[in-house]
């Protein structure tokens, strides 16, 4: 039997509880389809840093490089860590080590679910460029504290960043409806963005079967709630595309929904799979955290690791679950019922 090795990271807050959620769920999807899931839990988190000093062991790249694929919970307490430190001690340096340059995020209506827009026929994916740009984390700060302090934040942009993640959209576009929305802001920053208007005109020469569009992000944030139905592809920075598919989530019914893949494409290192809803302290150890975006994810990560079947059987399960209307009303039911549904369908 082929048996896959995960490396498991519930992370903070509603990550332990969404991750056990999922992993049940992949573990009889997997049994169902005759391979293994093999799952090592790391207690990387807030807490870890607290006991060590550091999100993760000096080692922790190394020891995750072993693995098929890693799946993340959440990671984040900012009352007693602060985001930029977590983010930069955990998620960032796992996304830039293993190359995950390609961050997937799918955005349409499950079966039942009420968003807040009154058209629901979208089918949007949105592709964020996740190793450089604006969360390259190049700068730094002077004379702190002083009236003279100066604060500098460089984004990066390389031609060989750039073009690969266009080139990934390109080929998702390809497969898909054939239509790539680029997004920029060149109109103001006629450097950075300029250049990414620049190479998607020239690699669309080579998918001249695809349609190209070229957006600017404040124009971009408008098509998304006043006609979604007319996007397929969209290609955007690292902070664009972050704030883009936050916006994609909000239109498919809310974070509940919200999975996403970050990709090594070259398949040279592990991916890593993860709902991006946060750890949403506010709610952690209530077990009322929807579990779908997990159970979405976790789905993504089977697809990458080649069975399709298997991804397909659990987003199966999960409209199902929703279609009876489970899962589909913050708060109304609780974690293990939506679980349940997802399994009993499944």
């Known amino acids: 039997m082929k048996t896959y090795s995960i490396a498991l990271i519930p992370g903070d807050g509603i990550g332990l509880d969404v991750t056990d959620a ?9 049994d169902k389809r005759g391979f293994g899931l093999d799952g090592t839990t790391f207690p990387w988190s807030c807490k870890f840093y607290h006991e060590t000093g550091a999100m993760m062991p000096a080692d922790g790249i190394e020891t995750l490089r072993k693995f098929d694929s890693i799946y993340l919970g959440a990671v984040g307490w900012p009352a007693e860590v602060p985001d930029s430190v977590s983010l930069h001690g955990l998620l960032l340096p796992i ?14 209506m499950l079966k039942g679910v009420e968003g807040p827009l009154k058209k629901t026929e979208f089918d949007i994916l949105c592709i964020r460029e996740n190793t450089e740009g604006e969360y390259s984390g190049a700068g730094g700060r002077v004379h702190v504290g002083t009236a003279d302090e100066v604060a500098v934040e460089t984004s990066v942009f390389t031609r060989k960043g750039v073009e690969r993640i266009l080139r990934f959209g390109f080929e998702q576009a390809r497969a898909r409806r054939k239509k790539l929305a680029s997004i920029t802001k060149s109109n103001a920053q006629k450097y950075s963005m300029v250049f990414w208007d620049e190479v998607t005109r020239e690699l669309s020469k080579e998918y001249p079967d695809v349609e190209v569009s070229h957006y600017h992000i404040d124009a971009m944030t408008a098509r998304m709630v006043m006609a979604p139905e007319t996007l397929d592809v969209v290609v955007a920075s690292n902070l ?3 704030i883009l598919t936050d916006l994609g989530a909000a239109i498919q019914g809310g974070l509940g929904f919200a999975a996403s893949a970050n990709i090594n494409p070259d398949r040279t290192a592990p991916s890593m799979f993860e709902p991006v809803h946060g750890s949403a302290p506010d709610i952690a150890h209530l077990k009322i955290a929807n579990p779908i975006a997990a159970v979405w994810s976790g789905a993504m990560m089977l697809e990458h690791l080649g069975e399709a079947e298997a991804a397909g059987d659990v987003m199966a399960a999960i409209e199902a679950a929703t279609g009876q209307g489970i899962g589909t009303v913050p708060g109304k039911d609780r974690t293990d019922a939506i679980t349940n549904a997802i399994l009993a369908a499944l």
């Open 22 to 30: 999922a992993w049940t769920v992949l573990q009889k999807a997997a």
């Open 240 to 242: 664009f595309g972050d």
């Open 95 to 108: 996304r830039k080590a293993f190359v995950q340059y390609a961050n997937i995020r799918p955005h349409r």
